[in-house]
């Protein structure tokens, strides 16, 4: 999208690469697989209610998005944890409708990060 904010800071993919010693694709796959299984775990504790379980993958999906500065991804999270913890549902699922739209967007960004080698 032209004029669109990336999400996404490439250098901390480098940043990354040489701090753990692992190749780009790897890193991806990891932050892909960790961000889609936290998104999964919020979207089944907001339908089942259990908000702690919602605030625990909120703020499992922060450390990874954490890692890549990943924002508004982050902010999301943050937003989910904070309103799962506080017991406030209707808080929590305006920001998962926040995060249904960044999310894929990052996901996008993170995968041609790995096809570009960066």
Same mark, same amino acid.
Do not use: F, Y
């Given at each position: 999208?032209?004029?669109?904010?990336?999400?996404?800071?490439?250098?901390?993919?480098? =940043?990354? =690469?040489?701090?753990?010693?692992?190749?780009?694709?790897? @890193?991806?796959?990891?932050?892909?697989?960790?961000?889609? #299984?936290?998104?999964?775990? @919020?979207?089944?504790?907001?339908?089942?209610?259990?908000?702690?379980?919602? %605030?625990?993958? %909120?703020?499992?999906?922060?450390? +990874? #998005?954490?890692? @890549?500065? #990943? &924002?508004?991804?982050?902010?999301?999270?943050? /937003? @989910?944890?904070?309103? #799962?913890?506080?017991?406030?549902?209707?808080?929590?699922?305006?920001?998962?409708?926040?995060?249904?739209?960044?999310?894929?967007?990052?996901?996008? &960004?993170?995968? /041609?990060?790995?096809? +570009?080698?960066?």
């Amino acid at each position: 999208m032209p004029g669109a904010t990336p999400e996404l800071d490439v250098s901390r993919l480098s =940043e990354l =690469e040489d701090l753990l010693g692992t190749g780009l694709p790897t @890193i991806v796959r990891t932050l892909v697989t960790e961000l889609t #299984a936290a998104v999964s775990l @919020i979207d089944e504790g907001l339908e089942t209610g259990d908000l702690s379980g919602v %605030a625990t993958a %909120a703020h499992a999906g922060r450390n +990874s #998005a954490l890692m @890549i500065d #990943a &924002q508004p991804v982050l902010r999301e999270l943050k /937003q @989910i944890e904070t309103c #799962a913890r506080n017991e406030e549902p209707e808080g929590a699922m305006a920001a998962r409708a926040n995060l249904q739209r960044a999310w894929p967007r990052l996901r996008r &960004q993170l995968e /041609q990060a790995a096809d +570009s080698g960066r």
